[in-house]
């Protein structure tokens, strides 16, 4: 009965800050006014509502114009996104709301598994800004890699049942919808601008257009769009098992609009990703390998079609990639740029030769890594355009160490919650968010993405997703309703074999999930049945 009551205070609290910031413009009459007043209001909105803040910031990571620039040399620089300023409010808001909030009795909450492993990152990049070539940079490389550990640990720790679990993944299918709208507007457009505010720092706007760069990516890079949009991809397949009818359709709809606009970005490595996370899924779920098989048919078409009829030039960059030097079959110019190392497979090797070589020059490096921005500051290269080498390159041989054990130790976890836990909306989302990572981090990630510069708040939110999934299905796990030890009344429910369930949602209802033996609650399964009263025989549809 209170709940109208904190509703409308919190209305009324949002109203009138809206009446402070627009008092501020209008005496202001500048725009640095205007935008330190709006800076005001959302700042106290985002700490007013901190997990809609969160959730906001998860939305808006994949933007990457604006941003603002701090240029140290010639095409060396630190980058800062608009996420990054939204977290600290939202920090702030959900410390106030704990101090505030009535004291009542609420179980641990267990740390990831991964927790001690990303303390070591950030330890050893800590210490690393002692023998980093560059301080500056440095600093601008661990404030990113702040961030990203920050939001890792907001969501895991925000996302905590079932419940929010869904509304993360619907956060990631709007942004994912916003990229899709940045895409249209890059193949049209190409906007830029830039706002000088002071020595060597700026606040830029490039849009990341087919005229500018060759390629679409929107407010992102192409890359980054590509693979942003295979994560979601996954996310909202899974997402749609949880509804009927034309909810199930419409969010079938947009995951087949992301895998269009994936095939648009012509990003090979998101291609590769999607590709061998959609395969190693169909190998290891039997049970949902004839349901798939059955229209992998009607995907193949569509996914050839989006490429010959939105970018045939995809298949000459696939090509091209992995070391094709012919001449090219579906792009206007005839030659490739694979011999000039330019992109591809060649310009990666050659960019990890050059850090080899200063390493091998001194051989410390190769135990203590090149330091936070060190492979940047060598190269001139934007990343190591591998998350998984980066280990390797920022913290030598040490770092590849932790990065090879956090691996085994996420995939044990993983498995283990996949044996122990019942169907389910929760394992169906959480399946969801594997297989995406497994796209992303463990595919993708071997030839793009980077741990500390400013592209890596991408694999640093998709490992967030993973883990909070692994999370919620844990403590659901622990804590999932009993089921009777023994029934002498009607037959067991038999399990749901399907590792994608249909489950409740508009005109759905969840499955049983089986759980601990204990006393059953004959009164609410109905005469003569025992625990058996809620089982559907719908599974299927």
Excluded at 49 to 73: C, D, N, Q, Y
Excluded at 329 to 334: A, G, N, Q, R, V
Aim: proline share 6%; charged share 10%.
């Amino acid at each position: 009965m209170t709940r109208p009551y904190h509703l409308s205070r919190e209305a009324a609290a949002a109203l009138a800050l809206g009446g402070l910031a627009l008092a501020g413009v209008v005496l202001g009459q500048d725009w640095r006014a205007a935008a330190l007043a709006g800076g005001l209001l959302a700042a106290a909105i985002l700490a007013w509502f901190p997990f809609f803040g969160l959730m906001f910031a998860v939305a808006t990571v994949f933007v990457g114009t604006p941003s603002l620039k701090i240029s140290h040399v010639p095409g060396v620089l630190t980058q800062l996104f608009p996420a990054m300023f939204l977290l600290p409010p939202v920090f702030f808001g959900f410390l106030i709301h704990r101090a505030t909030a009535v004291r009542t009795v609420r179980a641990p909450t267990s740390l990831p598994p991964l927790t001690p492993f990303v303390a070591a990152i950030a330890a050893l990049n800590i210490l690393g800004l002692a023998w980093a070539p560059h301080t500056r940079l440095a600093v601008g490389q661990v404030a990113t890699l702040a961030f990203d550990v920050l939001l890792f640990f907001a969501v895991v720790a925000a996302v905590s049942n079932e419940k929010r679990l869904r509304t993360l993944v619907w956060s990631m299918v709007l942004s994912a919808l916003l990229v899709c709208a940045a895409m249209f507007c890059g193949a049209w457009y190409d906007w830029a601008g830039t706002i000088h505010l002071g020595r060597g720092v700026e606040l830029n706007f490039e849009l990341f257009s087919e005229e500018r760069w060759g390629r679409i990516g929107g407010l992102c890079s192409a890359n980054q769009a590509g693979g942003f949009l295979v994560m979601t991809v996954f996310l909202t397949m899974g997402l749609s098992r949880l509804y009927r009818r034309w909810q199930r359709a419409g969010l079938v709809f947009l995951a087949m609009l992301f895998l269009t606009f994936v095939v648009v970005s012509s990003s090979r490595g998101a291609i590769l990703g999607f590709c061998g996370a959609a395969g190693t899924f169909l190998l290891l779920h039997p049970a949902s390998r004839r349901r798939i098989l059955s229209r992998t048919t009607l995907l193949v078409l569509v996914l050839a079609g989006a490429i010959l009829a939105g970018k045939p030039s995809f298949i000459d960059r696939m090509l091209v990639g992995f070391g094709y030097s012919g001449p090219l079959l579906f792009s206007e110019k005839k030659t490739s740029g694979s011999v000039a190392n330019t992109s591809g497979s060649g310009a990666r090797f050659r960019m990890w030769k050059d850090a080899l070589s200063v390493m091998a020059d001194r051989p410390e490096l190769l135990l203590l890594g090149l330091g936070p921005g060190g492979f940047i500051w060598h190269t001139r290269e934007p990343e190591v355009h591998s998350l998984w080498f980066a280990f390797f390159f920022d913290l030598g041989l040490l770092g590849g160490l932790i990065g090879i054990l956090g691996l085994a130790t996420l995939s044990v976890a993983l498995a283990q919650a996949f044996k122990n836990t019942p169907p389910g909306p929760a394992r169906t989302l959480f399946i969801a968010a594997v297989v995406g990572g497994l796209a992303e981090l463990g595919i993708h990630s071997l030839i793009d993405h980077d741990l500390t510069s400013p592209v890596s708040r991408f694999a640093w939110l998709y490992l967030a997703i993973v883990a909070a999934a692994l999370g919620v299905v844990r403590n659901g796990s622990q804590t999932a309703p009993c089921a009777p030890l023994e029934i002498t009344h009607g037959p067991l429910p038999i399990p749901h074999p399907d590792p994608w369930p249909a489950a409740g949602g508009a005109g759905g209802v969840s499955p049983l999930l089986p759980g601990p033996a204990c006393t059953p609650d004959a009164g609410q399964a109905g005469p003569g049945h025992g625990g058996a009263g809620t089982h559907r025989s719908d599974h299927g549809r």
